[in-house]
């Protein structure tokens, strides 16, 4: 196989160069995935809002009322001035405004209740949060004074908050840094194809950016092998590159995921890697056939790692992407890609049928793969021609 010797010889003069583009993008890759990762303490916790608070009386209903909302907001002190509230508002100073009514106490000790002032964020969760708490409250206040009516509304009040106060424990199943390493490792495997796409298709097309000169193509017109020969044995000298590239990353991914490396999730990210970088192999076999020059391959292979990427779902989530965006995005092997590593991540019980949406994914990225080699045979073919 002379031809594939002499491709290894020319990713070997390249080796250097090569190894520095892919030190850096795991470089890159590794600090994005450690910047992206969640911070999870493995406890739940609580998150307060800022709120403005009106009272137009004093109660017990109502400073039980204020007492039942403290652990769980902010409050913050602002003038009863609709401007200045509107503008609060607008600029997230305050998530929500509460305005207690002149005459509350009484319409709700009567069954009969003035409605509570409300006025929030539009389509914010606190608002939702807030409201729960507040409807929490009131819902026990009347349980109360249906129940023991005979008792003071202060004494209501105290054993409604008692109730409110009370909580049940919850601790996280398994290790401590389990789900940190597994969510690490997603966010790894999906840098991975920013990383695979620029460095395959650099090293590949180093070869093709010998084989393709003019006088080279010339005098292997010449030689006992042909043509499609020797675009087999360069084709194979690419995939042994990928190969090459794919196992050291997914070696590398073990730092991330050594924990989770009996699990069924990891062989499938790195099942779905593999594919991946058989796709990207045909994609840079056919880079390489499209052109003769370095500057215009560097060019390429940034535009394909860097644009993919970005609407692909590897810096930004997909779920995140707009509609439009995300249809474009679907002619990209990068999309699947990442989707597959959606499917997976969304698992807890791996078989054919929960799968199914996995496999579909790689199915699509061997289409690509298959695609892009036909075009490069063709675009070569043509090529040929013209000589």
């Not at 019980?349 to 496999?359: K, S, V």
């Amino acid at each position: 196989m002379p031809v594939f010797k002499v491709c290894m010889k020319i990713l070997r003069n390249n080796l250097p160069g090569i190894s520095i583009y892919f030190m850096i993008f795991v470089v890159i890759s590794i600090v994005m995935t450690m910047a992206m990762t969640p911070r999870e303490t493995g406890q739940f916790g609580r998150e307060k809002f800022e709120i403005a608070f009106f009272a137009e009386e004093e109660t017990p209903l109502v400073s039980g009322l204020r007492e039942a909302l403290a652990d769980h907001v902010n409050f913050v002190p602002l003038n009863d001035e609709t401007e200045k509230l509107q503008e609060a508002l607008f600029y997230r100073r305050v998530h929500y405004i509460l305005r207690v009514p002149e005459g509350f106490t009484a319409s709700f000790l009567q069954g009969t209740p003035t409605r509570l002032q409300r006025t929030s964020v539009p389509d914010a969760a606190s608002r939702i949060y807030i409201d729960l708490r507040i409807d929490r409250y009131l819902e026990l206040m009347r349980l109360y004074a249906g129940v023991w009516p005979q008792l003071a509304l202060s004494e209501q009040v105290t054993y409604a908050l008692a109730d409110l106060s009370r909580s049940v424990p919850v601790e996280l199943a398994g290790p401590e840094g389990e789900r940190d390493a597994q969510v690490r490792l997603q966010y790894f495997f999906n840098f991975m194809a920013y990383t695979m796409l620029f460095v395959i298709i650099i090293g590949a097309s180093s070869i093709f950016l010998v084989f393709n000169r003019t006088e080279i193509k010339r005098r292997n017109l010449c030689s006992p092998l042909g043509p499609r020969a020797i675009s087999l044995q360069c084709y194979m000298a690419c995939i042994v590159f990928a190969a090459a590239s794919w196992a050291l990353l997914v070696a590398t991914s073990m730092a991330f995921g050594w924990r989770e490396i009996t699990g069924m999730a990891t062989w499938y990210y790195i099942l779905n890697s593999f594919v991946f970088a058989t796709c990207v192999t045909g994609l840079a076999y056919l880079v390489g056939n499209l052109t003769k020059n370095k500057e215009i391959v560097l060019a390429a292979a940034n535009i394909v790692a860097l644009g993919s990427s970005f609407i692909g779902g590897v810096f930004v989530p997909q779920e995140l992407l707009g509609e439009t965006v995300l249809k474009i995005a679907s002619f990209t092997p990068t999309y699947w890609y990442v989707r597959a590593n959606g499917a997976i991540a969304a698992l807890t019980d791996f078989n054919l049928e929960t799968l199914a949406g996995f496999f579909s994914a790689l199915a699509v990225q061997l289409g690509f793969a298959a695609a892009f080699v036909v075009i490069a045979l063709v675009a070569e073919k043509s090529r040929r021609t013209t000589l």
